[in-house]
T-cell receptor, first 112, second 112 residues
Framework: ETGVTQTPRHLVMGMTNKKSLKCEQH?????MYWYKQSAKKPLELMFV???????ENNSVPSRFSPECPNSSHLFLHLHTLQPEDSALYLC???????????FGPGTRLTVT | RKEVEQDPGPFNVPEGATVAFNCTYS??????FFWYRQDCRKEPKLLMS???SGNEDGRFTAQLNRASQYISLLIRDSKLSDSATYLC?????????????FGKGTRLHILP
């Protein structure tokens, strides 16, 4: 299934590094999302973009910076992360925020 | 009361049996409901939407009880491949934005 793709699939970075996660959807959807999934915790919604406009930002630290250049692409720029930021970062898309979402395979991030 | 609650399980069920689990939600204004399944170290995948009139797809039946504020998922004739974590998702409008809440999931193990 290639509806929503994410790169890289795995990332190890130091606390002083800057990296970016990329998400691309091929479903013609208008809304895209970033989620964080840590062990033993529910999925945490980080950001929502609808028609390239950010509509939700759930008190995410500024070391995470999203970018949505168009309705098919979503980035998550990372800088000066902490070890507790290690998690699975999932991207999703939907027709609009009230519709069901389709997830990408995720990027497993380890911060050392 | 948590916004979305699920029994974490695990539910250990013999193959061929019927299993059901619920998800309760606290906000009576919630409007959209979904069940996702998530396999170990994989992304969540949409199982089914939950409509007011209920929804059936093969061996799976989802129901919504607005009065008691819960949704349910029933799996008949369970298969080994049904082993997964089942996530409940509830959406409601908060101000002008959709609020999307995932439950922590219920783990299901189908035993041969």
């Amino acid at each position: 299934e290639t509806g929503v793709t994410q790169t890289p699939r795995h990332l190890v970075m130091g606390m002083t590094n800057k990296k970016s996660l990329k998400c691309e959807q091929h479903l013609g959807h208008n809304a895209m999302y970033w989620y964080k999934q840590s062990a033993k915790k529910p999925l945490e919604l980080m950001f929502v973009y609808s028609l390239e406009e950010r509509v939700e930002n759930n008190s995410v630290p500024s070391r995470f910076s999203p970018e949505c250049p168009n309705s098919s692409h979503l980035f998550l720029h990372l800088h000066t992360l902490q070890p507790e930021d290690s998690a699975l970062y999932l991207c999703a898309s939907s027709w609009d925020p009230s519709y069901e979402q389709y997830f990408g395979p995720g990027t497993r991030l380890t911060v050392t | 009361r948590k916004e979305v609650e699920q029994d974490p399980g695990p539910f250990n069920v013999p193959e061929g049996a019927t299993v059901a689990f619920n998800c309760t939600y606290s906000n009576s204004a919630s409007q959209s409901f979904f069940w996702y399944r998530q396999d170990c170290r994989k992304e969540p995948k949409l199982l089914m939407s939950v409509y007011s009139s209920g929804n059936e797809d093969g061996r799976f039946t989802a129901q919504l009880n607005r009065a008691s504020q819960y949704i349910s998922l029933l799996i008949r004739d369970s298969k080994l491949s049904d082993s997964a974590t089942y996530l409940c998702v509830v959406k409601h409008l908060m101000n002008r934005d959709d609020k999307i809440i995932f439950g922590k999931g219920t783990r299901l193990h189908i035993l041969p």
